[in-house]
């Protein structure tokens, strides 16, 4: 049977399975039962809510799982834990890891990471659209979901870096067409946008123009009309922020609020007050990484740490 490039087969492909283990006519793969469902749409805990899992997939979730069991089903008692969805990181830098997309996955996938938004612009600034394009190949063929973001600043600081190779607009129009990218990665050239550099507009324009987003990276404590200008530029989301202030000013600007906990950024707890004492709507707040040394990975974990 044709299998997709992670090796799973679609969902279509299984829905046949999956309607007859629902429905109590065919065994499922594995069953869960004993736990604590964290239901995100519902945003309720589920006491003794069960799941049956078939092809890789979830075919039931209910409050009794036990007409999906049969020979052939593993079953697994939760003794009472928590069963939430997989973790995504927002925005971050596999090549911070010193990893490979393969050995990130890997490393992180234990952790309960099931879904990464990566930027590659640390490849980009030394083998240029040769190297994203190595970065996004490669993560198309894992296990989990890693949506590429094409590099938009490479060199960041125009003038004051000297990196291999540069990010031209022409770069940005060939990605937008790969299967794996999703948006542009954040835009840290933000006096180019602020002072309306051609450059960068045009790199924000290629990709608005194929209805892709485009990631913001605005390092300035100032709020005043320099941000508003950014703001106006497009950038969707935003994980500079490293105050409360800074959190509300982007949300209330339509932007998510991105709040970080990596190796060398510690934004969430100055930020999350946001949410927990002047009670901001938490869909406008996305939690990430950045950067994530291997030895944290290691050592403290990935989307687990930041949520605890
Ligand atoms: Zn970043």
């Known amino acids: 049977m044709r299998k997709n490039s992670t090796g799973f087969q679609t969902w279509a492909e299984v829905a046949p399975r999956l309607v007859a283990v629902a429905a109590g006519r065919a065994a499922a793969d594995m069953v869960i039962r004993g736990g604590k469902l964290v239901n995100v749409h519902s945003r309720e805990v589920l006491d003794g809510w069960e799941v049956a899992i078939a092809a890789g997939r979830f075919a039931y979730v209910g409050p009794d ?20 969805p997989g973790l995504c990181d927002a925005h971050m830098h596999i090549e ?12 992180v996938i234990g952790h ?40 938009s600043c490479a060199p960041s600081a125009p003038g004051l870096e000297t990196t291999g190779r540069e990010i031209t607009p022409e770069d940005v ?16 050239n933000f006096p180019g946008v602020v002072a309306g550099d051609a450059k960068m507009l045009a790199e924000i324009a290629a ?13 300035s404590p100032d709020l005043g009309p320099a941000f ?23 949300v209330r600007q339509g932007m998510k609020s ?15 007050t946001a949410v927990t004492e002047k009670g901001l709507d938490p869909r406008g707040f996305i939690l990430c990484t950045d950067d994530c040394h291997s030895g944290t990975l290691v050592n403290d974990g990935h989307m687990n740490r930041v949520v605890r």
Not at 258 to 270: I, N
Request: charged content about 20%.
């Open 65 to 84: 799982a036990s007409h999906c069991i049969g020979d052939g089903t593993e079953v697994v008692e939760a003794e009472g834990r928590y069963l939430i």
């Open 96 to 107: 911070s890891g010193m990893l490979t997309p393969a050995e990130f996955a890997r490393a």
């Open 112 to 151: 309960g990471t099931t879904s990464m938004f990566v930027d590659p612009h640390e490849i980009a600034n030394v083998l240029g659209l040769e190297g994203v394009r190595l970065m996004h190949d490669e993560a198309l063929l894992q296990p989990v979901n890693i949506f590429t973001q094409m590099p």
């Open 173 to 188: 129009v060939e990605a937008m067409g790969w299967p794996g990218i999703v948006g542009l990665g954040e835009m840290m």
């Open 207 to 219: 990709t608005q123009n194929v209805g892709k987003t485009v990631g913001g990276h605005y390092a």
């Open 228 to 250: 508003h200008a950014y703001a106006a530029g497009g950038p969707a989301d935003d994980h500079e922020g490293t105050c409360e202030a800074d959190a509300v000013a982007r």
């Open 258 to 272: 991105m709040m970080r906990l990596g190796s060398a950024w510690y934004d969430v707890e100055s930020q999350i």
